[in-house]
């Protein structure tokens, strides 16, 4: 369970807002979006983790904040945000336990950090995500980027009348260790019914 005093105040806010569900930053780098953000977490002590190819990462103790760098990031904060509400501590339909997080209004995630996990030491279902992104928060194995194995994803780009440009690309049909990820997005590109 993700405890709630970890929020501080300062992120301490509500569901996305308009400006998060806005499609005017497709495509855009949200890097001077976020620049200030940025500087922020830092004079609060959070330090740069890592880049994937759309969100930045930041820690600071228990927790990191995933900031976007584009619009797929966006989504990807907002498909992991939702996961995770949807799914709390219970696991997903393929068997995945995901980390505890949270959208910011600002369009960012907060997630509490986790400790990779074993090479040797490690559940089934973590085959099924990209990378292997999977470590252990409070003794459980836990997913921390999961954004791209949601199968639901679809069906909320659809109700935010988002499309992120990767998620529904032939590269991730070929690459996506989900088997209901990849028979979707090849029914869509041969123009099968959902």
């Known amino acids: 369970m993700f405890d709630e005093d970890i929020y501080e105040e300062d992120f301490c806010e509500e569901e996305e807002d308009e400006q998060v569900l806005s499609t005017e930053w497709k495509g855009e780098c949200l890097y001077e979006r976020y620049y200030n953000f940025i500087q922020y977490l830092q004079s609060k002590g959070f330090s740069y983790v890592s880049s994937g190819s759309f969100r930045q990462v930041y820690q600071c103790?228990?927790?990191v904040i995933k900031v976007p760098r584009y619009h797929d990031g966006l989504i990807d904060n907002m498909v992991e945000a939702r996961a995770y509400k949807k799914y709390h501590s219970t696991p997903t339909p393929e068997g995945?336990?995901?980390?505890?997080?949270r959208l910011?209004?600002?369009?960012?995630?907060?997630?509490?950090?986790?400790?990779?996990?074993?090479l040797f030491e490690r559940p089934d279902w973590s085959d099924k995500i990209d990378g292997g992104q999977v470590g252990l928060y409070k003794g459980k194995y836990v997913a921390f980027d999961y954004a791209l194995e949601m199968v639901e994803r679809f069906q909320w780009e659809k109700e935010w009348g988002m499309h992120s440009t990767f998620f529904n690309s032939r590269d991730w049909e070929d690459q996506s260790k989900s088997k209901e990820v990849r028979e979707h997005l090849r029914r869509l590109r041969l123009g099968i019914a959902a």
């Open 61 to 63: 103790g228990d927790k």
């Open 104 to 118: 910011l209004k600002n369009g960012c995630l907060m997630m509490v950090f986790v400790q990779r996990w074993d």
């Open 96 to 101: 995945l336990v995901l980390a505890p997080c």
